[in-house]
C-alpha cells in the first residue's frame, strides 16, 4: 500500500492502521523528507507539485491513499498528476481523501476537493474511492485539554465531527477492498455545538472547560498571521461558513462501515494520548 502525505496526521493514522494488520506501507513523503516517514513504514520521496517520484512509489502497489497538502492552492494538479502515474502503473484502487460537502461553494479550499475529485473520477472511473470526512475531534482536542475552547466562529454552529482514528479505520477497509468505487461521507456520532463541546470535554476530563468566541480579525492577526494569505483567507471564509450553520452530515453511516459505535467526543478527550497537530 501507497500512502501519500504519510507524515501528516491523517497519513500517519491511516500508516498506522494498516501496519495494525499486517499491511506494508510506502509512505510517500517530500524528498528530503524521508525520516519524518511513519516508523515501520518504508519511505519514497515524492514530489506532488512536480509529479517526481510518484510513478516509482506507486509502481507495483495494490492501492493508494492520495491525500494533498492541507489547503494548497495546486491540490487539482496533484490531483491529475497522481491520476496520470495511476493510470501509467496500472494501479488498481486510488483512495482519495475529500472533505464533507465538497461542492459548498462558500469555502474555496473544498471547491478544489470536488474539482480534483472530477478529475480523479474522469481519468480512473471506478478504481477511485472517495472519503469525505467531517472534521476532526483532534482539531480542537488540545484546546479541550487546555480548558478553553475559543474559535472565530459561532459557538452555537452544529457540528458531527469525527474521530480521526475512525476515519483510519475506513480508510484501511477500503485500501484493502471494501466499498470499492464509492464515495462515502465520514460524519460523527453527535450533532454538538462548540458550547456543548465544552461541556462533554469538562464531564470527560473532570475539571471545567470554557468556551468563548474570538473576533476573526483577532485570529487572522494570531494563528492565522503564520499562514499564507491564500490559506488564510480560505480558513477565513470556512469560518463564516460555520456561522452560517456549522458543518454537519448524515450520521447513520459510519457506524455500518466501523461494525461499531463511533468514537464520541467525550471519549476521544478523556483518551490518554498525543495530540497530533498537523494533517
Known amino acids: 500500500m501507497v500512502v501519500v502525505g504519510a507524515s501528516g496526521k491523517t497519513g500517519r493514522a491511516v500508516t ?21 516517514a511513519p516508523a515501520g513504514s518504508t519511505p519514497a520521496p515524492v514530489d506532488l507539485e512536480t509529479g517526481q517520484g510518484l510513478e516509482d512509489a506507486l509502481d507495483g502497489a495494490r492501492a493508494a491513499y492520495h491525500l494533498a497538502p492541507n489547503l ?8 491529475a498528476r497522481v491520476a496520470t502515474a495511476a493510470a501509467t502503473t ?8 475529500s472533505v464533507l ?17 472530477t478529475v480523479l473520477r474522469t481519468a480512473l472511473g471506478e478504481r477511485v474511492t472517495v472519503l469525505r470526512p467531517a472534521a476532526y475531534h483532534q482539531n480542537l482536542l488540545a484546546q479541550a485539554r487546555s480548558g478553553m475552547l475559543a474559535v472565530p466562529y459561532s459557538l452555537d454552529a452544529p457540528f458531527t465531527n469525527i474521530d480521526l482514528d475512525d476515519v483510519a479505520q475506513v ?9 470499492a468505487g464509492a464515495t462515502l461521507d465520514l460524519a460523527g456520532p453527535q450533532v454538538l455545538t462548540v458550547r456543548q463541546m465544552a461541556e462533554h470535554a469538562a464531564a470527560g476530563l473532570g475539571r471545567p472547560v470554557s468556551d468563548r468566541r474570538i473576533p476573526l480579525s483577532q485570529w487572522r492577526a494570531g494563528p492565522g498571521a503564520a ?3 491564500q490559506a488564510c483567507d480560505d480558513l ?15 450520521r447513520a453511516l459510519l457506524p455500518e462501515l466501523l461494525g461499531r459505535p463511533p468514537t464520541t467526543w467525550m471519549t476521544c478527550v478523556s483518551q490518554p494520548g498525543s495530540t497530533p497537530a498537523d494533517r
Open 227 to 229: 499562514l499564507s494569505v
Open 171 to 179: 480508510a484501511a477497509d477500503v485500501l484493502l477492498g471494501a466499498h
Open 236 to 250: 477565513a471564509a470556512m469560518f463564516t461558513a460555520y456561522d452560517d450553520g456549522g458543518l454537519t452530515g448524515d
Open 72 to 79: 494548497h492552492p495546486g491540490e487539482v494538479g496533484m490531483a
Open 16 to 36: 498506522a492502521a494498516l501496519l495494525a494488520r499486517g499491511v506494508p506501507v510506502r509512505a510517500a513523503v517530500r524528498p528530503g523528507a524521508e525520516a519524518a
Open 101 to 117: 460537502h465538497p461542492d459548498d461553494p462558500r469555502m474555496p479550499h473544498h471547491l478544489r476537493k470536488a474539482e480534483a475529485e
Open 90 to 97: 496500472g494501479l488498481p484502487t486510488v483512495v482519495f481523501h
